[in-house]
């Protein structure tokens, strides 16, 4: 009887718990005049503290359809469990403009947003952009333009401003918001 109860006890921990509202978003995410929104839930019972992503596309007669609902887009707060890494990677904040949104994470010495549009029925990941401060001095810009399969790279030495700039052909187009992982895999 001892070892089922645990059985439970254990499986009662592991269930998903998105208890905890973190932000709402309202904007224009399709090309009608009805304003959608997006939602982020975070499940503060689970020692990673993983965010959920739910978008909302507004129908006629202010009806609400669920498009999106995924534990994967957003990075946890604990992606190496409580006593990891905590602090030095966070979600930040997700902005929508121009019927784009941007999923926005501060880590200790980056900054990285994903920006996303609706294409058909599904979300298609469109930009990346990253600025980064190395240990010796260096920033480093990155953009990757998924619709033209661009990649820029821009790295400034601060200890005498030289700048170098690179610009690559990417082989690969961008992934849907559904099949995209952002989350790291320790924590999967």
């Known amino acids: 009887m001892t070892s089922i109860l645990s059985i439970c006890e254990t499986h009662a921990q ?14 224009h995410l399709s090309k009608d005049k009805e304003l959608d929104s997006i939602v982020v839930k975070q499940d503060t019972v689970n020692e990673f503290k993983p965010y959920k992503l739910e978008i909302y596309i507004n129908k006629k007669k202010s009806r609400k359809a669920l498009v999106v609902s995924t534990d994967k887009a957003i990075a946890p707060e604990h992606f190496r469990g409580v006593d990891g890494l905590d602090g030095k990677k966070s979600f930040s904040d997700i902005r929508i403009k121009n019927r784009i949104f941007t999923i926005v994470h501060n880590y200790e010495n980056q900054v990285q947003e994903h920006s996303f549009s609706l294409e058909g029925s599904r979300f298609k990941l469109i930009k990346y952009y990253s600025i980064k401060l190395e240990e010796k001095g260096k920033i480093i810009y990155e953009t990757i333009n998924f619709n033209t399969l661009i990649r820029r790279t821009k790295t400034i030495n601060s200890s005498d401003n030289q700048v170098l700039d690179r610009e690559y052909k990417l082989s690969t187009g961008s992934k849907y918001l559904k099949d995209l992982n952002m989350v790291p895999e320790t924590y999967q």
């Open 14 to 27: 592991v269930e998903p718990n998105f208890n905890y509202q973190v932000l709402t978003r309202v904007g």
